[in-house]
C-alpha cells in the first residue's frame, strides 16, 4: 500500500510539472531516440550537433571531476601498451586536456570522434601544446587504436554500442566507458535541457552495455557507479533513479602489445 502511494504521488508531481511547464533538466519519457528527438519543443534547437551547443559545460568538462579518477587510473595502468586512443564524444578534446596533468600525452596519440559542430569547434581551439590531439567526425576514419574510450558518450549516442565498436577499424584492446547511465527496467529516452537546445538523452536497461561488451567479445574487468550523478526525470520520477556507471573491458584472447596475433575480428 505505501509503495503504491509513494507511486502514486511521484506520478502526481511528474506530470504536474510536465503540464505546469516547469524549467526542469529531464523531461518526458520516450521508448525511442526517434520518438524524443520529435518531442523538442518549438523554437529549441535539437539535439548536440549545433555550433551554439559546443561551449554548454566546457570549462566543467575540462575538469577532471571525482568521477573521472578510475578512467585516470586506468589509463596511466596501461599506459605502457596505449600507443593511440580513440576518443569518442571526446567534445573539443576536453579530457585530452584535463588528462594532460596526469598523463604522458606526448607520446599517445589522441583521437577525438565526435559530431561535426564538436570537430569544428575542436579544430579552432586547438593549442600549441596539443601536439597529439586529433579530430575525425567518422568513426572509420581513425586509425587502429589500443583504447577506446567513451566517457559521457552513452547517453547520447544515437546508436547500439556494438554498431559504434564495429565501425572501428580494428578491436581495440580496452575499451573504458564512464558515465554510462542505467535503470532497472527497460530503457527510457528522455530530454535534457541545454538552455537553447534539447537533446535526447538515454538511460539504458542496466543489462545493456554488459550484454553489447559480451557481444562484441569483451569481458569486463572492472566496474563502478557514480552515485553523486544519479537523478530522476523530474516530469516522471516514478521511473526511479537513475544509475550512473562505468565499465573497463578487454578483449578476450588479444595478445599483450607486441604479441605476435590479436584477434581482428569481432
Ligand atoms: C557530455 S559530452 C562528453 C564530453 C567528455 N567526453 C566528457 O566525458 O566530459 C557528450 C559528447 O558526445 C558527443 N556525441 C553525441 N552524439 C554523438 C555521436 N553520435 N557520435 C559521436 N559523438 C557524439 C557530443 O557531441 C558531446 O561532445
Redesign the pocket.
Known amino acids: 500500500m505505501r509503495t503504491y502511494l509513494k507511486h502514486a504521488a511521484l506520478l502526481a508531481l511528474g506530470r504536474f510539472r510536465a503540464l505546469s511547464r516547469a524549467n526542469v533538466r529531464f523531461r518526458g519519457a520516450f521508448s525511442s531516440f526517434e520518438e524524443a528527438a520529435a518531442h523538442v519543443r518549438p523554437g529549441m534547437l535539437a539535439?548536440?550537433?549545433h555550433d551554439a551547443?559546443t561551449d554548454v559545460?566546457k570549462e566543467l568538462?575540462q575538469q577532471v571531476p571525482l568521477w573521472?579518477y578510475p578512467i585516470l587510473y586506468w589509463l596511466e595502468r596501461l599506459a605502457p601498451e596505449i600507443a593511440r586512443i580513440v576518443?569518442?564524444?571526446?567534445?573539443i578534446g576536453?579530457?585530452y586536456r584535463a588528462f594532460r596533468p596526469y598523463l604522458d600525452l606526448d607520446r599517445i596519440d589522441w583521437i577525438v570522434?565526435?559530431?561535426p559542430?564538436?570537430v569544428k569547434a575542436g579544430h579552432a581551439q586547438v593549442r600549441p601544446q596539443d601536439r597529439t590531439l586529433s579530430f575525425v567526425d567518422r568513426?572509420e576514419d581513425a586509425p587502429a587504436a589500443d583504447v577506446l574510450l567513451?566517457?559521457?558518450?552513452m547517453?547520447?549516442?544515437?546508436?547500439p554500442l556494438v554498431d559504434?565498436v564495429r565501425r572501428l577499424r580494428a578491436p581495440p584492446r580496452h575499451i573504458l566507458l564512464?558515465?554510462v547511465v542505467t535503470r532497472d527496467g527497460p530503457t527510457v529516452v528522455t530530454l535534457e535541457n541545454f538552455g537553447m537546445a534539447e537533446v535526447p538523452y538515454q538511460i539504458r536497461s542496466a543489462a545493456e552495455v554488459p550484454a553489447a561488451l559480451a557481444t562484441l567479445g569483451y569481458d569486463v574487468i572492472d566496474t563502478w557507479t557514480i552515485d553523486s550523478l544519479a537523478h530522476r526525470i523530474q516530469t516522471h520520477p516514478e521511473l526511479g533513479r537513475s544509475t550512473y556507471r562505468g565499465y573497463v573491458a578487454r578483449l578476450r584472447n588479444a595478445l599483450p602489445r607486441g604479441g605476435e596475433e590479436m584477434s581482428g575480428e569481432f
Open positions: 539535439g548536440y550537433d551547443v559545460s568538462m573521472d576518443d569518442a564524444g571526446g567534445h576536453v579530457k570522434y565526435d559530431l559542430a564538436l568513426i567513451a566517457s559521457g558518450l547517453p547520447y549516442l544515437d546508436e559504434l564512464n558515465k
